[in-house]
């Protein structure tokens, strides 16, 4: 039996770019991953299909796992010969207990690996503007934990050192023992007046920012309703911000986004509503997966058989991928395709084409499949007597095959791949979504609208739908929801603008890539 490991790593504060490569390794390598309630569930994502997901968070009180429990947990798989990822917020010896839990695996005698990662304590202030150091305001940084009690006859915490030592202090945890905190600094000498931040839910799509004094900021703290987890920051240095804030003025900021895409799909359409800073909560509703039975093999001599077609039809980007994967599959040369032309719906699918090196010869002007027969009449007049195969899915109109038959076309349709409602919720999605509810709700096709209410959900009053198209818009109607807004060009691009309109109550004029 190979020997285990155990991985202790940083898995930041939360923005899903500030996970570090080789954390990133050590998620892709486990066999077992035991995670933190602060750690981004969507790391989860890239864990092996079979890794076994072990939640062991801890909301202050809520203990999932005790201490003792997590430290055993860690040994006992490590010993049966596991890779063991163990991800926490942060850098995992700020304020992580990273270092107890090595010391138990040091002398259970597993092997062990610390990873940092990016601390809360310096990427929180960085995302509100506040560098922590500043040659024009200190040279010392002290970064302490207010979740001690202060009443405790023996703190730990020197508050005289805290309120008389120069330069920045970063204080972790305790946001709830302000008053008493920030009451005991200023009892010891430190300036009533001297800035201070509260930083909370730093980098993700929930950050938010509050400022005030030594003497002020507990009172807006409590006003502001301003809770755990949050990073404070006292110093000179968070007058910075009033020039340098960045992450707070992006236009999807604070808003939280729903992308019901599958899975694979989502990851880029969230990247760039993350960027515009957004809080993605990705809920696929759907899975798509292989044809099965004779669909299969009717699909598999199709793409055997494609080159013999006239037009090769393509109405989205599953069905390029699908077919090309089967076509590469067989064949080792892409002149196996011959003469035939290629049909794509729209950019979306144009752009899955390209990535097979793949040229799109017609496209219609609307990009619904059912405006492929006006767009060949359009460019060739008579079509009659051409042969065209469309790889489809499983679930589609009939719009098109009428049109294309009408036509005279000998048309042959096989099945690319079907559409599954998804049922599996490894991340919590649907859970948070049903209990926080969202700002937006995206649905990128009809088959995503299907999904998401075959998984029983519904849809509240105060979030805004947006639709890639008319088609999925088609299917909201048809099941009681009035799109807020539809995507002027129907693909992500487009959906993304549409919601930052929708969101701004203004034209969006920024460039996203398809
Ligand atoms: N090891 C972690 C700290 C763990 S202690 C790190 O290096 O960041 C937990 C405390 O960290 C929270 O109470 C809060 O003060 C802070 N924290 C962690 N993530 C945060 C975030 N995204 N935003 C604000 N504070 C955060």
């Not at 991985?7 to 998620?27: F, H, N, Q, S």
Request: aromatic share 8%.
């Amino acid at each position: 039996m190979s020997e285990g490991i155990c991985y202790l790593v940083g898995a930041g504060p939360g923005d899903p770019g500030l996970m570090t490569l080789r954390g990133k390794e050590c998620i892709e390598l486990a066999d077992v991953i035991v995670y933190d309630y602060l750690s981004n569930a969507e790391f989860l994502a890239w864990a092996k299909p079979d890794a076994e997901l072990i939640y062991a968070g801890k909301k202050s009180k809520d203990h999932a796992i005790p201490q003792g429990g997590i430290n055993q947990l860690l040994v006992d798989r490590a010993k049966e010969g596991k890779v063991v990822t163990r991800l926490k917020g942060g850098d995992p010896l700020v304020f992580g207990r990273g270092g107890e839990e090595a010391e138990e695996l040091r002398d259970a005698g597993v092997a062990f690996e610390f990873v940092p990662g990016i601390s809360s304590s310096i990427a929180g202030p960085a995302y509100a503007g506040i560098p922590v150091t500043h040659r024009d305001h200190c040279s010392q940084l002290t970064i302490f934990t207010g979740h001690e009690n202060p009443e405790k006859m023996e703190s730990s915490i020197d508050y005289d050192q805290i309120a008389n030592s120069p330069g920045t202090k970063v204080m972790l945890m305790g946001v709830e023992r302000l008053p008493i905190i920030t009451g005991k600094i200023i009892e010891a000498g430190g300036d009533p007046e001297l800035p201070v931040a509260l930083v909370r839910w730093a980098t993700t799509g929930q950050h938010r920012t509050i400022t005030g004094t030594l003497a002020t900021i507990a009172e807006v703290a409590e006003r502001e309703e301003f809770k755990a987890p949050a990073v404070a920051v006292f110093g000179t240095v968070v007058n910075c911000r009033k020039k340098l804030n960045w992450f707070e003025e992006r236009p999807l900021r604070g808003k939280r986004v729903v992308v019901t895409r599958t899975r694979k799909q989502a990851s880029r359409m969230s990247k760039q509503l993350r960027e515009l800073g957004a809080d993605v909560l990705e809920m696929p509703t759907i899975r798509i997966t292989r044809p099965e039975g004779k669909d299969s093999k009717e699909f598999a001599k199709a793409v055997v058989d494609a080159y013999t077609y006239d037009w090769l039809i393509f109405t989205s980007p599953n069905a390029v991928e699908h077919f090309f994967e089967a076509y590469y599959a067989v064949f080792e040369d892409a002149r196996a395709i011959g003469g035939a032309r290629i049909v794509a719906v729209g950019p979306g699918t144009a752009a899955k084409l390209k990535e097979f090196h793949v040229a799109t010869d017609l496209m219609p002007e609307t990009h619904v499949a059912d405006a492929i027969p006006e767009a060949f009449a359009k460019k060739f007049g008579s079509v009659e007597n051409m042969t065209m195969l469309w790889p489809r899915a499983k679930e589609v109109g009939d719009g098109l095959a009428k049109g294309l038959n009408e036509a005279g076309v000998i048309l042959d349709e096989v099945i690319a791949y079907q559409t599954i409602p998804e049922t599996e919720d490894p991340t919590g999605a649907v859970k948070r979504f049903q209990e926080e509810g969202a700002d937006f709700i995206t649905f990128t096709s009809a088959s995503t609208v299907e999904g998401f209410l075959d998984l029983g959900l519904s849809i509240p009053d105060e979030t805004a739908i947006a639709s890639i198209g008319p088609v999925t818009s088609r299917a909201l109607v048809e099941n009681g929801y009035d799109p807020d807004a539809e995507a002027k060009s129907s693909d992500i691009p487009g959906l993304i603008a549409a919601v930052v309109e929708l969101a701004n109550e203004e034209p969006f004029e920024g460039d996203l890539e398809d």
